[in-house]
C-alpha cells in the first residue's frame, strides 16, 4: 500500500521557471492538501481540496496554483518561481474532516536559485 | 483565531531520560481535535495520535503519553525513559470540526536524544 507518493523528491529551478508537483494517494480519501515547511514555521497550508474537481486557497496560496482533475491526484504548480518559494513541500489527505489524520507523503524539497 | 504553541524549540536530553513536549491551543470552537506528528530526521511526517475535545482521558502507549487538560488548553507528550530513536521534530495540529482550512500545526519542537 504505497499512501501519498509525492514526485519529485528534489528540485532545482531558477527564478521564473516553472513546475509542476504531483500528488498520488491510493487510499480513496476525499481532501487532499498541499503545506509548505520553512525552518520554526511548522506546517502552512497552500490550497486543499475537499473532492475531485474542488479546489481552495489555504493560508499562504500566493505564487501557486492547484488542479484536482482525478480524486487520486493533486497537482501543484509554480508558475513563475521566486527564491521565496525555496520550502519543502508536502501533499496530505485525509478521509474526512475533523478527526481523520493527515496522511502524508514523503516530501519535495524544492530550491529556486 | 486559532493557534497552536509549541514553545520549545529544541529540547536536548540523554537517553533515558524523561521528556515532555509541551503544547498549547487557542480556539473558540467547542468541537475540535488535536493531533501530534513526529517528523524523524528522514523527513516524513508520522501521525501519532488523536484526541477529541469532549474526551480528556489521557493515552499510554507503550513510552509515550500524552496529558489533555481543557481548563489550560494543553495537550502535552512526555516520552518515558527517551531512547535516540525519538529524536524528531514534533508537531502538535488542532483540527477544527467546521472546515478542512482550519488545520493549523504548532511550529514543532526538535528533540534530541544524546546517547
Known amino acids: 500500500n504505497a499512501g501519498v507518493t509525492q514526485t519529485p523528491k528534489f528540485r532545482v529551478l531558477k527564478t521564473g521557471q516553472s513546475m509542476t508537483l504531483l500528488c498520488a494517494q491510493d487510499m480513496n480519501h476525499e481532501y487532499m492538501y498541499w503545506y509548505r515547511q520553512d525552518p520554526g514555521m511548522g506546517l502552512r497550508l497552500i490550497h486543499y481540496s475537499v473532492g475531485e474537481g474542488t479546489t481552495a486557497k489555504g493560508e499562504v496560496p500566493d505564487g501557486y496554483n492547484v488542479s484536482r482533475l482525478k480524486k487520486q491526484n493533486f497537482l501543484l504548480g509554480l508558475e513563475s518561481a521566486a527564491p521565496s518559494q525555496t520550502s519543502v513541500y508536502f501533499c496530505?489527505?485525509?478521509?474526512?474532516?475533523?478527526?481523520?489524520?493527515?496522511?502524508f507523503g514523503n516530501g519535495t524539497r524544492l530550491t529556486v536559485t | 483565531a486559532q493557534k497552536v504553541t509549541q514553545a520549545q524549540t529544541e529540547i536536548s536530553v540523554v537517553e533515558k531520560e524523561d521528556v515532555t513536549l509541551d503544547c498549547v491551543y487557542e480556539t473558540r470552537d467547542t468541537t475540535y481535535y488535536l493531533f501530534w506528528y513526529k517528523q524523524p530526521p528522514s523527513g516524513e511526517l508520522v501521525f501519532l495520535i488523536r484526541?477529541?475535545?469532549?474526551?480528556?482521558q489521557n493515552e499510554i502507549s507503550g513510552r509515550y503519553s500524552w496529558n489533555f487538560q481543557k481548563s489550560t488548553s494543553s495537550f502535552n507528550f512526555t516520552i518515558t525513559a527517551s531512547q535516540v530513536v525519538d529524536s524528531a521534530v514534533y508537531f502538535c495540529a488542532l483540527n477544527l470540526y467546521s472546515s478542512a482550512s482550519k488545520i493549523i500545526f504548532g511550529s514543532g519542537t526538535r528533540l534530541s536524544i544524546r546517547p
Open positions: 496530505a489527505s485525509s478521509l474526512s474532516l475533523g478527526d481523520s489524520p493527515l496522511h
Open positions: 484526541r477529541n475535545s469532549f474526551d480528556e
